[in-house]
């Protein structure tokens, strides 16, 4: 039985993390609310919980926060379809030299339809090719951090946890992953960077260091 590496997107395959908080940024600030990087990570790398409670205090009704969130959607679409490049540099030539060796597949808390757009230019380069699944929102009820939708990925797989391991970059995403069984590499980024990641396979810096974690993970799933 093959390996299994389950990555996520968005702060792992895609620099995008920073895209997704100037939307929510730009959305709020007319409301009078100016998102910290801080409150960001809190609310939205740790608790998933966005920034609807602020709205609410405000007096939204469900409707009004419904209504926002297209509306954040949108603006967060835009940029995506405004930028050329979302895919971190090397990462496709990283996924692509595991095809063959591992079975992969994406377990994000994107939309579908903002993963299409995030991967327009790697969909050239072969890099989708390499997925068997891509686990998005809709695809589960519980986002991360619950295990959800990387027991939905297990699932797909047909797999056990202990054959896979999960690539994340936010402390939600490691929760899920390893509440559901799954060891976690954590790739820091500028608005992780800093966090106590307990209990992960690895915490790494790098493309460089991402990849000799991975061959260490190789290692000790063969051993």
């Not at 409707?63 to 509306?71: F, P, Q, S, T």
């Not at 299409?116 to 050239?124: E, G, V």
């Not at 954590?186 to 460089?208: C, I, K």
Request: with cysteine.
């Amino acid at each position: 039985m093959k390996p299994v590496i389950l990555w996520d997107n968005d702060g792992v395959l895609a620099d995008t993390e920073v895209l997704f908080y100037q939307a929510n940024r730009a959305f709020l600030s007319p409301y009078g609310i100016h998102l910290s990087e801080q409150e960001f990570y809190k609310w939205f790398l740790c608790r998933d919980i966005g920034a609807w409670h602020l709205l609410r205090a405000q007096g939204w009704t469900e409707d009004d926060v419904a209504m926002g969130r297209l509306c954040r959607n949108k603006l967060y679409r835009d940029m995506l379809d405004a930028s050329s490049e979302l895919v971190k540099p090397g990462m496709d030539e990283l996924v692509l030299s595991f095809s063959g060796r591992a079975r992969m597949a994406v377990v994000t808390s994107s939309r579908r339809e903002h993963f299409d757009r995030i991967h327009k230019q790697s969909m050239r380069k072969g890099i989708l090719n390499c997925l068997e699944h891509v686990i998005a929102a809709g695809d589960y009820l519980k986002a991360k951090p619950d295990p959800e939708p990387y027991r939905v990925a297990l699932g797909r797989m047909g797999v056990p946890p202990e054959r896979c391991i999960a690539v994340e970059d936010s402390p939600r995403g490691m929760q899920a992953a390893q509440a559901a069984g799954v060891p976690c590499i954590v790739v820091q980024t500028p608005l992780t960077r800093g966090h106590q990641f307990e209990n992960a396979f690895a915490v790494v810096d790098s493309l460089s260091q991402l990849r000799s974690e991975l061959e260490h993970w190789f290692q000790f799933c063969s051993a």
